[in-house]
């Protein structure tokens, strides 16, 4: 493990780790979930939470360079006197670092309306594997070249280290209204969410919760929510106050036209921050349930929503686990979440099952193996199940065309043996692989 | 469900269910002034609980690493007020801390029981050692090491008298405690004076109330800490509220019944408030407002542990005119002994918290607990306590 202080540092750690022939791996604050950050083959982790100076922020071109180790609520926070906010907001953005937002192009509540890491990163500083510091974007709105910003951000890791982010800051919103949909029945708020989307309205956010994950929530904050819905929908719409305005009536009269029960209207700032501290709470409040949870992260076509929500809650019955739903419904990422103790034998199996099962499912929908928390290691071995073996040799090249070394947080993202014909580099490949 | 499980205790003797309570999810790490001054996982709560379970179930050794990343820790409980799991990480550490007690070097233990039993709990020697202590500080004969964490004693404080009669039938106790009643006394008497210009008749606690146990249980010497409580709840009889003017004491008189396990105890903790709490509660005083611009640094043990933190500003507000800090209300590394026994570690997160405080343009600092005001003074702030500004706005004369 090492601790630099500066780019500097993070270069002769890259450096001695290729000079030993020893796979490295960045960590940020370790809220990842998808095991991106996690060291296989005793790598040298590079943690960065030292690293956590805000450079500069120019709030005339409305940008900030910050290191990787800066939290992003902080980042948020001293925006905020320019009456700015960076505007992905996992619901770990308290706790999480930019530098691990770029590896995962992480997400949160208000990239549907917004995009998510990679639509406010400008440019990066990295270091490659090689020990060699680049820059890779830059503060043009076009860069000339080959995007390889995109390229970079989302790589887990994989293609470097990041020591030093360009973002994008947006203004704040001069208005923002916050409702509160409650529904009897999960089809009813899941058709609502399409319903919205259809009458051209496109929310900062829209998320859903189901009845058990919303009174897990509810003992936590205390935020009012129904402790008897079946599902509520958290709806925030943000711009220009008569546009809010008109678009919270459509909101509650759509919601009212497919069942819901309630529509309230959060009253003030602090109502409103109390409900989205319930929605940013929800994983860690499981816990109250029951000791452990497996949280999955897959996309499906909004219209598919109500069969897969289904589906999901068919898999958790057949295989006797308790599967909870709470999610970013406005762009159909969804994250069932499946509570049970470890402590019981055989329980491992059952979730792992129905995991596999909820993302075959998923995929068979038409969707896709994740939203925001990244492939890691959690769901690499999965890739094969959509992406053919041309496709994932394609990535296999261009991982190798930033790192011919294959030190750079290996065997993350791609399965083993994802280049075709020969061996990638160092990467070894299990019994058992097709290749 | 609980009943049916597998309760065996292991290397530290930890409740099995609070330890499986923390999911890793790392909310807390934000909130831990040891993590955001280090950056390591280690000083971290989640660190420190993955280093408890392994410890716990034999996987790891209970050796030195283990011993310091637990010293390390303040005992703030900021994690425990943004854990959305409800992990008890404060019963978590005592028991961690009772588990490492008896393994400490014998010097060290022979030391501990000493200040803790022979000092702490009686209040005459406390006094005594005190006055030695301000002799030794004149003639320069404190080893450096501890010279700066400890506050220069004044004789006049020392010397102060507080005038409120001792046990009897009072409307309210004011709790008094060890070492503030011997170096901070000014508080208490303008304690007094406050609950007195609400008409109400306050009392000292009689015999056996001379320190509520708050460091022995931090420091894992749970055994004394139940028999000061015993004392405690029998030096101040009836049914009256028990009023405390220092956040630490505040949150383990509350947490008798949980120390004790007895509904004498449980009782005995529901009628303890925080001073200010029940200030809050009464007729408004009658004030002089523009006082000038105070900051309100939360102490934990008020904010996080006892959640009662509105009152302060609730009896300042017509008062003065009162602005917060922008760092979620970070600890000020005080910790009880904390700042004396981790002194590198209690001075980085103070100069965090200096630097907040700073930030607000404020002159004076309100602070409700001893451990807290001695730490920041230490630094060069003007630290009040929310009794002190009150008693300063009184309209009324002092005598």
């Not at chain 1, 003030?268 to 949870?293: H, M, Q, V």
């Not at chain 1, 990244?374 to 999965?382: N, W």
């Amino acid at each position: 493990m090492c601790f630099p202080r500066d780019a500097r540092e993070v270069q002769a750690a890259v450096r001695a780790a290729q000079h030993h022939g020893v796979p490295f791996v960045a960590r940020g604050s370790g809220t990842g979930l998808a095991g991106g950050a996690t060291p296989l083959d005793d790598a040298l982790v590079i943690v960065m939470s030292q690293m956590d100076r805000i450079l500069e922020i120019d709030p005339r071109s409305r940008t900030a360079w910050v290191e990787p180790g800066v939290l992003n609520l902080d980042l948020s926070r001293a925006a905020a006197p320019h009456g700015l906010h960076y505007a992905p907001d996992p619901s770990s953005q308290q706790a999480c670092s930019i530098g691990g937002n770029v590896g995962t192009n992480a997400g949160g509540p208000h990239c549907l309306a917004s995009g998510t890491t990679t639509a406010h990163v400008l440019a990066v500083d990295a270091v490659l594997a090689d020990g060699t510091a680049t820059r890779i974007g830059g503060a043009r709105p076009d860069e000339p070249g080959y995007d390889l910003r995109g390229v970079y951000v989302g790589s887990e890791g994989t293609l470097g280290v990041t020591t030093g982010v360009l973002v994008r800051l947006l203004p704040d919103p001069p208005a923002v209204r916050t409702l509160l949909l409650d529904f009897t029945s999960i089809d009813d708020a899941a058709t609502t969410v399409s319903g919205i989307i259809a009458e051209g309205i496109l929310p900062a956010a829209l998320e859903m919760m189901d009845a058990q994950i919303t009174r897990a929530v509810e003992d936590f904050v205390g935020a009012g929510y129904p402790r008897d819905a079946e599902a509520v929908l958290l709806v925030e719409l943000d711009g220009l106050p008569d546009g809010v305005t008109a678009q919270a009536l459509a909101i509650d009269e759509i919601g009212r036209t497919h069942g819901a029960r309630t529509v309230r209207v959060a009253r003030d700032e602090a109502e409103r921050e109390l409900l989205w501290k319930g929605r940013k709470s929800a994983f860690g409040a499981i816990a109250r349930i029951a000791p452990d949870y497996y949280l999955h992260d897959a996309v499906v076509p909004r219209t598919q929503l109500v069969g897969v929500l289904r589906r999901i809650y068919e898999i958790a019955a057949e295989q006797r686990l308790t599967m909870m739903n709470v999610f970013h419904a406005g762009d159909g990422n969804l994250h069932p979440l499946i509570v049970f103790d470890r402590r019981e034998p055989g329980t491992w199996e059952r979730v792992h099952h129905a995991g596999t099962e909820i993302l075959e499912a998923c995929i068979a929908a038409g969707g896709v193996l994740s939203g925001e928390h990244g492939i890691g290691v959690e769901k690499r071995d999965l890739m094969g199940r959509l992406f053919s073996p041309i496709d994932l040799d394609a990535q296999a090249r261009l991982v190798e065309a930033f790192d011919p070394s294959g030190l750079a947080n290996p065997r993350k993202v791609l399965p083993a043996g994802s280049r075709c014909g020969e061996l990638a580099g160092t990467r070894p490949v299990p019994e058992g692989t097709w290749i | 469900m609980n009943g049916l499980r597998m309760t065996t205790r292991g290397a530290l003797g930890l409740d099995p269910d609070e330890l499986v309570a923390c999911v890793s999810c790392g909310l807390c790490l934000p909130h831990c002034p040891t993590y955001r001054v280090t950056g390591l996982e280690l000083a971290s709560p989640r660190g420190r609980i993955a280093a408890m379970r392994v410890v716990d179930s034999g996987a790891a050794p209970l050796d030195a690493v283990f011993v310091r990343a637990m010293d390390e820790c303040v005992q703030c409980r900021g994690c425990e007020a943004a854990c959305p799991s409800g992990v008890p990480f404060g019963h978590l550490m005592e028991s961690t801390r009772a588990a490492i007690a008896p393994r400490r070097p014998r010097l060290r233990r022979f030391v501990e029981t000493l200040g803790y039993r022979g000092v702490l709990a009686h209040h005459r020697v406390l006094v005594a050692v005190s006055w030695l202590l301000l002799v030794a500080q004149r003639l320069r004969l404190v080893p450096r090491r501890y010279a700066a964490t400890l506050p220069r004693l004044d004789m006049r404080r020392l010397a102060l008298r507080l005038r409120v009669p001792a046990g009897g039938t009072p409307d309210v106790w004011l709790f008094t405690g060890c070492v503030m009643d011997a170096w901070m006394r000014e508080t208490h008497i303008a304690a007094a004076r406050v609950v007195r210009a609400t008409g109400a008749r306050p009392a000292v606690p009689g015999r056996g109330g001379d320190c509520c146990g708050a460091l022995h249980v931090h420091a894992g010497r749970t055994d004394d800490a139940r028999r000061l409580a015993r004392r405690v709840i029998a030096s101040m009889p009836g049914a009256a509220p028990v009023l405390v003017d220092s956040a630490g004491c505040g949150a383990a008189l509350r947490d008798y019944g949980h120390l004790l396990g007895t509904p004498e105890a449980a009782a005995f903790a529901a009628r303890v408030v925080d001073i200010s709490s029940w200030l809050a509660q009464q007729p408004p005083l009658p004030l002089r407002p523009g006082g000038g611009r105070v900051v309100v640094q939360d102490p934990c043990h008020l904010r996080h542990v006892q959640r009662d933190h509105a009152g302060v500003r609730t009896v300042l507000g017509p008062a003065y005119e009162l602005v917060e800090t922008d760092d979620d209300a970070l600890c000020c590394g005080a910790g009880g002994a904390y700042a004396a026994l981790q002194p590198a570690l209690a001075n980085d997160v103070r100069a965090r918290k200096v630097a907040a405080l700073a930030r607000t343009g404020a002159s004076v600092v309100c602070s409700a607990n001893p451990g807290c005001t001695i730490h920041l003074r230490a630094a060069g702030l003007e630290v009040r306590h929310p009794v002190e500004l009150l008693a300063d706005a009184l309209e009324e004369s002092p005598r």
